[in-house]
């Protein structure tokens, strides 16, 4: 089990985390959850300012929550804020294997920060959800090394490995994976979180042929 550490909850009540453990089939490119991924940029791009995205519940909480930790929200965004402000900008969505466009699909649509990690790569079975420790640092995906100090991050025997900002080079979904654990991290408590767990179950079936070994929420 992921436990959410004491620090978390008194500095931010309303923490919870959607739990998905899955075994998967790597796909490079998948054309049907590209096009889905694609449909919704259009529609979003076409309906929203990007003033408009800091609003967003999801969003708007997680903004809340970073500011509680001490860290700049504008500075250290949300994966999903980062993702949404890339397609009003007309900057588009990469595309990276099926089990990571899933992971940023479900992002996009819900507004929440997710984290999918190489299950394999984590050491040990206990898992923390905590504050990064002051001057601590990781590689992030695509981002060299990240300032996490004050970022709420996953922590294993080894140290942290994953943030709702980005997560860390040393766990991340490669053409190898065939574990993955899939987190959807809310700081809007319970609210619409089993709903967005069942669609990303849903997704990671359809498009990863997943087969689901694990689901729980915590907070």
């Given at each position: 089990m992921i436990k959410?550490?004491?620090?978390?909850?008194?500095?931010?009540?309303?923490?919870?985390?959607?739990i998905i453990e899955a075994n998967?089939?790597?796909?490079?490119?998948?054309?049907?959850?590209?096009?889905k991924m694609e449909e919704f940029a259009t529609q979003f791009k076409s309906n929203n300012a990007i003033e408009a995205i800091a609003q967003i519940p999801a969003i708007n909480d997680t903004r809340s929550a970073y500011r509680a930790f001490g860290?700049?929200?504008?500075?250290?965004?949300?994966?999903?804020?980062?993702?949404?402000?890339?397609?009003?900008?007309?900057?588009?969505l990469y595309y990276i294997n099926n089990v990571v466009d899933v992971n940023n699909l479900v992002s996009i649509e819900s507004g929440h920060g997710i984290c999918c990690f190489d299950r394999?790569?984590?050491?040990?079975?206990?898992?923390?959800?905590?504050?990064?420790?002051e001057g601590e640092t990781?590689?992030?995906?695509g981002k060299g090394e990240l300032n996490i100090s004050k970022l709420p991050v996953f922590k294993d025997e080894k140290g942290?490995?994953?943030?709702?900002?980005?997560?860390?080079?040393?766990?991340?979904?490669?053409?190898?994976?065939?574990?993955?654990?899939?987190?959807i991290v809310s700081f809007s408590g319970n609210r619409h979180l089993d709903?967005?767990?069942?669609?990303?179950?849903d997704y990671l079936q359809t498009y990863?042929?997943?087969?689901?070994t694990n689901y729980y929420i915590v907070g």
């Open positions: 959410i550490t004491s620090t978390i909850h008194q500095l931010y009540p309303s923490t919870a985390l959607g998967v089939s790597i796909q490079k490119k998948n054309n049907e959850l590209i096009n860290k700049e929200p504008a500075r250290y965004r949300v994966s999903s804020e980062a993702l949404l402000r890339r397609i009003v900008q007309g900057k588009g394999t790569k984590i050491e040990g079975d206990d898992i923390l959800f905590t504050i990064a420790d990781y590689k992030g995906i942290s490995f994953g943030s709702p900002t980005s997560d860390s080079q040393r766990t991340m979904i490669t053409d190898s994976t065939s574990k993955i654990l899939f987190i709903h967005n767990c069942q669609k990303a179950k990863c042929n997943a087969e689901i």
